[in-house]
């Protein structure tokens, strides 16, 4: 199947700086990525969708101030996540869609805010 | 939009018992059901999808059915392995190629 790479897979920071997340579809072109959020023990929240080349479209109660999306090109998608909080601690996970409607996912990021 | 429900939220099995994990959809317009499992800190990996042409499909111990009349969509896990105990999510494809999420089914399967 289609490769979706994550990084970092770990992430540590100081509360009140700004960590990136890189999401890249390695064989694919992927017009369109997701971010999720997921809290232990339950299921996949939807945060954003990402189009390249164009704005992120974020889910309701998501902060796209603070949680900054670009998709610059068919392969990359980064999430900043900006001023970060220990509330913001969590593990994210992107996906992007392949031809046939399939998601493939990253590796996930385990952030942990200091 | 689209709500997708899943059930149980855990499931406990005998070894080489069946488990079954069913989920409803709301949108009839949705044409794309895929399964994945999740293990602990790991990411989801798809293991069987059905789209909204055919009502059955298996994979060696694996299988989903759909039902588009009720609008709802089962995975069948037959001869259960230990390796088999983990998170399963099921999905429906929405608008936008946006999957739309059921809760997770935590499955323990019992030497």
């Known amino acids: 199947g289609a490769v979706v790479s994550q990084h970092p897979s770990w992430v540590i920071c100081k509360s009140g700086t700004s960590v990136k997340i890189e999401c890249r579809s390695l064989?694919?072109?992927?017009?369109?990525m997701f971010w999720y959020r997921q809290f232990p023990k339950q299921s996949l929240m939807l945060m954003a969708t990402?189009?390249?080349?164009?704005?992120?479209?974020?889910e309701q109660g998501v902060e796209k101030d603070k949680f900054l999306i670009n998709h610059a090109s068919l392969t990359l998608s980064t999430l900043t996540v900006t001023s970060a909080h220990p509330e913001d601690s969590s593990f994210y996970i992107c996906?992007?869609?392949?031809?046939?409607?399939?998601?493939?996912f990253g590796q996930g990021t385990r952030l942990t805010v200091v | 939009g689209e709500n997708v429900e899943q059930h149980p939220s855990t499931l406990s099995v005998q070894e080489g018992d069946s488990a079954v994990i069913k989920c409803t959809y709301s949108?009839?317009?949705?044409?794309?059901f895929p399964w994945y499992k999740q293990e602990l800190g790991k990411r989801p990996q798809l293991i069987i999808d059905i789209r909204s042409n055919v009502g059955e499909k298996k994979d060696q111990r694996i299988a989903v059915t759909l039902n588009k009349t009720a609008k709802h969509f089962s995975l069948h896990i037959t001869e259960t392995q230990p390796e088999d105990s983990a998170v399963y999510f099921c999905?429906?494809?929405?608008?936008?190629?946006?999957?739309?999420w059921g809760a997770g089914t935590k499955l323990i399967i019992k030497p």
């Open positions: 064989d694919f072109q992927a017009t369109t």
């Open positions: 996906s992007a869609i392949g031809e046939n409607t399939e998601a493939f």
């Open positions: 999905a429906a494809k929405g608008s936008n190629y946006q999957l739309i």
């Open positions: 949108d009839s317009a949705s044409n794309y």
């Open positions: 990402s189009n390249e080349g164009s704005k992120a479209t974020y």
